[in-house]
């Protein structure tokens, strides 16, 4: 089955500097890699996605890019703020069956933390 | 308002009695699964639903059963808890967006379940 490994675990930044979030996949027939957002005490949010037929998406401060060769994703967010402070999930899904509805495997978490 | 809802949102059981965690969305999608998060281990897919009465396992879906009778609806049922299933529990429900290549997905708040 899929595998997704993210890194880092936890991540540090100043407001204002960039943060960038790494996952790699094992499956390559995973076409559909969203990004999602977990604030304390509620689910995850989904923020951004891209399918593997794009290199790169991005909408205002975040980004994901996309290398299908090797097989790796990235989160990228610019000018951070302190409201960006949050767990970071990335997840990987395969089709399935001929519908896009396959299995959705996730990383395990990046904590972000953006001070002041 | 457009929404997920999970229902009790923190229960404390011993093991073995069954027990039945509710979920409901009102946005009409097709898609529906449930997740189990666990620290250091991000979010692991217990079943998932593609319609009413098809469903699917996940990666862990041992100990767990669920049904989709309705399109609403999809309860996690635990036929026999055991303290291993101790957990922070989310559902969620999607659908594809026409005419696009991103997904229309939300969480539920999460279910903290403890088995003593």
């Known amino acids: 089955g899929e595998n997704v490994e993210q890194h880092p675990s936890t991540l540090s930044v100043q407001e204002g500097d960039s943060a960038v979030i790494k996952c790699t996949y094992s499956?390559?027939?995973?076409?559909?890699f969203p990004w999602y957002k977990q604030e304390l005490g509620k689910g995850p949010q989904l923020i951004i996605d891209i399918r593997s037929n794009v290199g790169e998406k991005k909408d205002q401060r975040i980004a994901v890019t996309l290398n299908k060769t090797a097989k790796h994703f990235s989160l990228h967010i610019t000018e951070t703020q302190p409201e960006d402070s949050a767990v970071y999930f990335c997840?990987?899904?395969?089709?399935?069956?001929?519908?896009?509805?396959?299995?959705?495997?996730f990383g395990q978490g990046t904590i972000l933390t953006v001070h002041p | 308002e457009a929404q997920v809802t999970q229902n009790p949102r923190y229960l404390i059981t011993v093991t073995g009695k069954k027990l039945t965690v509710t979920c409901s969305q009102n946005?009409?999608?097709?898609?529906m699964s449930w997740y189990r998060q666990d620290p250091g281990l991000g979010l692991r897919q217990i079943y998932y639903s593609m319609n009413v009465e098809v469903t699917d396992k996940g990666d862990v879906p041992e100990g767990y059963k669920v049904s989709r009778k309705e399109k609403r609806n999809f309860p996690l049922i635990l036929e026999s808890p055991s303290p291993n299933q101790t957990s922070l529990y989310f559902c969620a429900s999607s659908r594809r967006l026409a005419g696009g290549d991103s997904y229309e997905q939300y969480f539920g708040p999460g279910t903290r379940l403890t088995v003593t």
């Open positions: 946005m009409n999608h097709e898609y």
């Open positions: 499956d390559s027939a995973s076409n559909y």
């Open positions: 997840a990987a899904r395969a089709n399935a069956g001929g519908t896009s509805y396959g299995k959705l495997t």
